[in-house]
Nanobody
Framework: QVQLVESGGGLVQAGGSLRVSCAAS????????MAWFRQAPGEERELLAA????????YYSDSVKGRFTISRDNAENTVYLRMNTLKLEDTAVYYC?????????????????WGQGTQVTVSS
């Protein structure tokens, strides 16, 4: 199975943009549905976006729809989350996740492979 490493988190001002990346090692990356989650202190982990193995289908939660964009580059074994118009409430640890159960899933419970997370902090 793949292993996942996130990068690109940091401190950004409200209204700004940031892109986080998730590099996957292992074979058959294009067969995995990939997703981004986040978890703020005291909150449950939240599914933000998901993308099919071939990139042909995506899902967004209402909290990020229109502001965040998930994409993947199967040649580079990488998935991205572009975050625009960031808000204070977007501050959280952002996690990349994968599942080989389905080529596409928007169900958080299907994801069983996790990265270590990257902190995103939005300041006023």
């Amino acid at each position: 199975q793949v292993q996942l490493v996130e990068s690109g988190g940091g401190l950004v001002q409200a209204g700004g943009s940031l892109r986080v990346s998730c590099a996957a090692s292992g074979r058959s990356f294009s067969s995995y549905s990939m997703a981004w989650f986040r978890q703020a202190p005291g909150e449950e982990r939240e599914l933000l976006a998901a993308i099919a193995g071939n990139g042909g289908r995506t899902y967004y939660s209402d909290s990020v729809k229109g502001r965040f964009t998930i994409s993947r580059d199967n040649a580079e074994n990488t998935v991205y989350l572009r975050m625009n118009t960031l808000k204070l409430e977007d501050t959280a640890v952002y996690y990349c996740a994968a599942t080989s159960r389905y080529s596409y899933s928007a169900y958080s419970g299907d994801y069983d492979i996790w990265g270590q997370g990257t902190q995103v902090t939005v300041s006023s």
